[in-house]
T-cell receptor, first 116, second 108 residues
């Protein structure tokens, strides 16, 4: 069964360093999401791509976070510089939207980030 | 007040018990999702529903659009059901608004 792949699974970094996370969605899924989940809370959408275009990045802290999906397939989320409060689980999900029909989102295993 | 509220926050049960997790929302939605998250972090989508009831194995999800309420039921619970169960809603866009989750522990 096709899965969303993410790497690394775990990342420990010091504050002010740069970190990058990678996501490979299910083949054929045009929509890709990056979420941040702080311990004990539900996920929060950071950015949503439709193919290579950003359709929602209203909750992305753009002073330090950036995301790209250059070829409309895999995606990278970067934080520079990392802050202590960025410690969280970063989840990637993808879905196959067909016209106006909403589809189930499929989640990757996540990248757990710890900033020291 | 959160747009999606779940109850209870924590739930313990003995193996075999019938379990109910509730979700209430305050916004207009096109669909409601129930998700399962195991300690390793990965999230699995259990149901997406916009009306009525869906069943998959021992899991049943219901939604009442008028009352803006959904329930997730687990029949004959098992220790492997132990996880965090998350309710999320989507409106006209794909954007999901998540509840904070219900942590379920089922003991043998």
């Amino acid at each position: 069964e096709a899965e969303v792949a993410q790497s690394p699974r775990y990342k420990i970094t010091e504050k002010s360093q740069a970190v990058a996370f990678w996501c490979d969605p299910i083949s054929g899924h045009a929509t890709l999401y990056w979420y941040r989940q702080i311990l004990g809370q539900g996920p929060e959408l950071l950015v949503q791509f439709q193919d290579e275009s950003v359709v929602d990045d209203s909750q992305l802290p753009k002073d330090r976070f950036s995301a790209e999906r250059l070829k409309g397939v895999d995606s990278t989320l970067k934080i520079q510089p990392a802050e202590l409060g960025d410690s969280a689980m970063y989840l990637c999900a993808s879905s196959h939207r067909q016209g106006e029909l909403l589809e189930t989102q499929y989640f990757g295993p996540g990248t757990r980030l710890l900033v020291l | 007040k959160n747009e999606v509220e779940q109850s209870p926050q924590n739930l313990t049960a003995q193996e075999g018990e019938f379990i109910t997790i509730n979700c209430s929302y305050s916004v207009g939605i096109s669909a409601l999702h129930w998700l399962q998250q195991h300690p390793g972090g990965g999230i699995v989508s259990l149901f997406m529903l916009s009306s009525g009831k869906k069943k998959h194995g021992r899991l049943i999800a219901t939604i009442n659009i008028q009352e803006k309420h959904s329930s997730l039921h687990i029949t004959a619970s098992h220790p492997r059901d132990s996880a965090v169960y998350i309710c999320a809603v989507s409106g006209n866009t794909d954007k999901l608004i998540f509840g904070t989750g219900t942590r379920l522990q089922v003991f043998p």
